[in-house]
């Protein structure tokens, strides 16, 4: 009986797999979070009140369903809960370890509201399927029958990997450009190994190249290959290709030497975890090492960047943020386990200026929060005369990003996008102005979240199957 393995969270306590101590966390780039051992993982999932309107899926942009796997997880049928898992969710393991669950699921479960403390959702999530590859359960990718149509995707981000994923399981032949030299987009040179490791990420590509996807890497498309050329080449076109122009700071001396962008900081860090050779680490330009660091921002990006600083042994690491706490973008668990680790938060405070030919302090002002506008927002506002100097020699700016002007870089005028330079692109399916060419990720939605770009290229790629079925059909007429 269901019931007697559920409901059981008015005697079990929320319990979250081990955290590493900080003073051994931050010597490394390893994840900070143990796994789950087979008896908490079922005892953590028993805790789920089977809902039977589940808001926990409902604010999950796959609509995975949660309650099932929990379930089974409880009744110790691992195999099944990773088939459900998997039926809705191309990379669960990835999604288990980075969602930001307390917006998302975790956030919405029912039973937090009554104050026990949510369902480790995530947590038991990446377990399923961090146990299914263990055990051999993930099958490689087979498809019945091989459909003689190809889809070109631009991008080997998790948005163009999912597309890839499904297209392929159909039986399309496909094949992925991406101008860096490893797979993964942002999931293997954005975010650092202390949230999820690289081999993970690995692991997914070998999945995909073994299922028959080719990957043309070290291309970048507009450059070594043209748009127009793609589009010759394949059937159907996907863009997948993220945001990647840093926000700027326009604020006198933000020219000076080491004042770093965020993707270019990361970038270095995660490449040298893969043990490839990176000159402006080496050189220092990109290395946080004994330096007096600041970071500008408050969203994901400054979080990994804070933490990223004190792994690298930097003297002292602050965060300047112009908001307050409760109203940074930034999830509140990475904040805890920033400080945790030892970084300082200078809340309501913005930069004015910078200091020295070579960066030696960040001149900022103090700032207050407003009443709340229309949209309910509060607005920050400077302090007069509340002006002063923050030390540093190393400043990286993490002040969001923006999408480049593809229809300018690709010369391809009719490629439709909005006044703030994402693609035009309709909501479910992906459709841009062009035909047989869509879009997905990152490049539609602007700067968003993993989850949300799996979601977007499996719709796509579903309606990508519709296009190519009926062109078949228009041809054949
Ligand atoms: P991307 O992952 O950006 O992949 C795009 C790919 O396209 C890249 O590989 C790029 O090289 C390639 N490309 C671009 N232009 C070209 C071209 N012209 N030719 C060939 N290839 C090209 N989200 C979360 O859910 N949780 C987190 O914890 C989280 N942390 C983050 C931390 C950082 C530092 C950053 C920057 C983002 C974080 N995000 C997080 C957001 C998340 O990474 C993105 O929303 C997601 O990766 C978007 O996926 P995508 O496939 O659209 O694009
Ligand atoms: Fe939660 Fe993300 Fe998993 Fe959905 S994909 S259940 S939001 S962790
Ligand atoms: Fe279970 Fe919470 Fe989802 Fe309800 S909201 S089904 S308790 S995980």
Not at 82 to 105: H, K, M, V, W
Not at 113 to 118: E, F, I, K, P, R
Not at 209 to 218: R, Y
Not at 258 to 272: H, Y
Request: aromatic residues 6%.
């Amino acid at each position: 009986m269901a019931g007697q393995k559920m409901l059981k969270f008015t005697k079990v306590e929320r319990d979250m797999p081990e955290k590493r101590a900080p003073n051994l966390r931050n010597q490394d780039f390893n994840e900070i979070y143990a796994e789950y051992a087979r008896d908490k993982a079922a005892e953590q999932a028993s805790r789920c009140s089977q809902c039977g309107v589940p808001y926990c899926q409902s604010h999950c942009p796959l609509h995975n369903n949660i309650p099932d796997w929990l379930r089974l997880t409880a009744e110790g049928r691992l195999e099944e809960a990773y088939e459900i898992s998997q039926a809705t969710n191309t990379f669960p393991e990835i999604c288990g370890r980075i969602c930001p669950q307390d917006r998302l699921c975790e956030g919405n479960c029912v039973i937090e509201q009554s104050g026990h403390g949510t369902v480790t959702i995530g947590s038991v999530e990446k377990y399923i399927t961090d146990t299914a590859f263990e055990q051999g359960w993930v099958k490689p990718i087979r498809p019945h029958t091989e459909r003689p149509e190809s889809v070109g995707i631009i991008g080997a981000g998790p948005g163009g990997l999912a597309a890839a994923d499904m297209l392929r399981r159909e039986g399309v032949q496909v094949t992925v450009y991406d101008r860096y030299d490893r797979g993964g987009g942002l999931l293997t040179y954005g975010i650092p190994g202390f949230k999820l490791e690289k081999d993970i990420v690995m692991q997914r590509m070998a999945q995909l190249e073994d299922g028959g996807v080719e990957f043309v890497l070290n291309c970048n498309v507009g450059e070594d290959l043209s748009f127009d050329a793609i589009r010759g080449k394949h059937d159907a076109v996907l863009i997948a290709t993220g945001v990647y122009k840093t926000r700027d700071l326009d604020a006198p001396g933000s020219d000076a030497d080491g004042i770093v962008r965020a993707i270019d900081f990361l970038t270095a860090s995660n490449r040298k975890s893969f043990g490839d050779v990176v000159e402006e680490f080496e050189s220092g330009e990109l290395n946080a090492a004994g330096k007096k660091v600041v970071v500008i921002g408050g969203g994901d990006t400054a979080m990994d960047c804070v933490r990223t600083a004190i792994r690298q042994g930097a003297e002292s690491v602050k965060c300047l943020y112009r908001r307050d706490r409760a109203n940074m973008p930034g999830s509140q668990r990475e904040v805890q386990n920033a400080e945790e680790e030892g970084v300082e938060f200078v809340w309501l405070a913005a930069p004015t200026g910078f200091e020295g030919k070579s960066i030696t302090g960040v001149k900022a002002k103090r700032m207050r929060l407003a009443a709340p506008d229309a949209t309910g927002r509060q607005m920050p506002e400077l302090i007069e005369g509340s002006d002063y100097i923050e030390e540093a020699d190393l400043v990286i700016k993490a002040l969001g990003f923006e999408p480049e002007d593809l229809p300018k870089l690709w010369g391809e005028k009719e490629l439709e996008v909005t006044r703030w330079g994402t693609i035009k692109a309709k909501f479910t399916t992906g459709e841009t102005s062009l035909p047989g060419v869509y879009a997905a990720g990152d490049i539609v939605r602007g700067a968003s979240l993993v989850v949300w770009a799996i979601k977007d290229g499996r719709d796509a790629a579903e309606a990508i199957m519709g296009y190519l079925s009926q062109s078949q059909t228009v041809a054949a007429e």
